[in-house]
């Protein structure tokens, strides 16, 4: 059993569509579009569904950890990843690449809680590197 981390909605269509298609793990989004809403009115749920739909596409399940977007820590991520901590093989993450703090967050903390079954995918890179 494998997991695929995403940071936030779409990220598993945007990033993750070709080792899901490929590797078929659960799907987590680890946040909600708070953000979305904020800015441009957007409902979680609305973001929900639009992974629903890409996931039921991609013949995977799909998990909503519910962490605010605006609200992302360093320690509130590892107390979320110990409560869903799971017997995964296999652990996809972002990889670090100072692209997106909160990609980068979610990459380090769960590093930090699956050191050795953790594989990275790209996101998108600080234009700087």
Not at 22 to 43: C, M, N, Q, S
Not at 51 to 68: L, N, T
Not at 106 to 113: C, N, R, Y
Not at 114 to 128: E, G, H, V
Request: hydrophobic share 35%; with cysteine.
């Amino acid at each position: 059993m494998s997991l695929f981390i995403a940071p936030h909605n779409d990220d598993e269509g945007l990033f993750g569509c070709y080792t899901i298609l490929r590797e078929k793990p659960t799907v987590a989004i680890v946040t909600d579009g708070y953000i979305h809403l904020e800015r441009f009115g957007i409902p979680v749920e609305t973001r929900r569904e639009e992974s629903r739909q890409a996931c039921k596409i991609m013949d995977v399940p799909v998990e909503f950890w519910g962490m605010k977007d605006n609200e992302v820590t360093y320690n509130k991520l590892i107390a979320l990843f110990k409560a869903h901590k799971g017997d995964y093989k296999t652990v996809y993450l972002p990889a670090v690449e100072g692209g997106n703090k909160t990609h980068d967050l979610i990459s380090e903390a769960g590093w930090t809680i699956w050191k050795d079954k953790c594989i990275f995918y790209s996101t998108y890179a600080n234009n700087r590197l």
